[in-house]
């Protein structure tokens, strides 16, 4: 999928959606900078299926043990309009500004915003800059995304099903930002941060692995719509929007699907629960709950 096609996605999603023009107009920009990135500058990462399978049978992401080389020069267009995003939406302007600084002198580079172990970014940058993990995390995903697709192009058809069995991404290592049911019933985690995909067992918390059916709660917000769910988990309190395709066969991809819905967000986020890959919601809120 191109990301002008994306890009038109998003259009139809809010014409379903008109009460969230207004409110989500930032997230165009972001998709308007995917779709005018090119990647000539950018050499894919060509392992073959066995390097990256001997990996996945490790429980290594791809990422883990290997790097983009990317010019800082070709991040920052992708970056700016996710910077603009966290300035409107109220993120400490003095930690932006410092980001930007650091940026320019080039003590900040774009591996600062590749993840980490649990994370998106650098903890030490944050830390430094006195970034919250939201802002940094929005910053990873919509600078990186064109980029880390790019780059594991090659690699995507040495996956397949069942080398793979933890709730991060197998390419970037990312946490997983949305959760697809398939029209054979299975589980699809989406990685917002490349791009990646991958089956994940029902009845298992991608975010701390429990395994404990009573620790997994369905729910709904007011206003129900077909096929949308949230997905928590009762022992770590992580939860991920989820989107039965078996009903809602036309919906958009599942960026288009987690960006659209921060009503769910915002019902999830009441009822005490948190997600690791941040949205709006999360930026304006500023910290997880209870926290």
């Known amino acids: 999928m191109t990301y002008t096609t994306l890009l ?20 165009r920009e972001i998709l308007v900078a995917w779709s005018r990135w090119s990647g000539e500058r950018l050499a894919p990462l060509g392992w073959t299926a066995a390097e990256c399978r001997e990996r996945w049978r490790r429980g290594v992401p791809l990422l883990a043990e290997t790097s983009p080389v990317v010019e800082p020069e070709a991040l920052e267009d ?7 995003l966290l300035f409107a939406a109220g993120t400490d302007d003095e930690a932006l500004r410092r980001f930007a600084q650091a940026w320019d002198r080039g003590e900040v580079t774009p591996a600062a915003l590749l993840p980490a172990k649990g994370t998106l970014g650098s903890v030490t940058i944050r830390e430094r800059l006195g970034l919250t993990s ?30 793979w069995d933890l709730g991060v991404c197998p390419f970037c290592g990312a946490p997983a930002g949305f959760t697809d049911i398939l029209e054979s019933g299975g589980r699809r985690l989406a990685c917002h941060l490349c791009g990646g995909a991958w089956i994940f067992p029902r009845l298992k918390c991608p975010h701390c692995g429990s395994v404990d059916s009573k620790d997994i709660v369905k729910f709904q917000a007011e206003e129900r719509e077909e096929g949308y769910l949230i997905g928590a988990c009762r022992n770590c309190h992580g939860y991920l929007k989820e989107l039965d395709r078996r009903v809602r066969w036309n919906a958009g991809s599942a960026l288009v699907e987690d960006w659209g819905s921060p009503h769910l967000d915002l019902v999830a986020h009441r009822a005490g629960y948190w997600r690791a890959v941040p949205t709006l919601i999360d930026l304006e809120r500023g910290s997880r709950p209870g926290s």
């Open 134 to 163: 939201e802002a940094l995390g929005f910053l990873a995903c919509g600078g990186l995304r064109p980029i880390l697709e790019d780059y594991f192009a090659g690699c995507r058809a040495h996956f397949s099903d069942g080398v």
């Open 78 to 84: 992708l970056l700016v309009p996710a910077m603009e």
């Open 8 to 27: 038109e996605e998003w259009e139809a999603l809010l014409e379903r959606r008109p009460t969230f023009r207004e409110p989500l107009k930032a997230y």
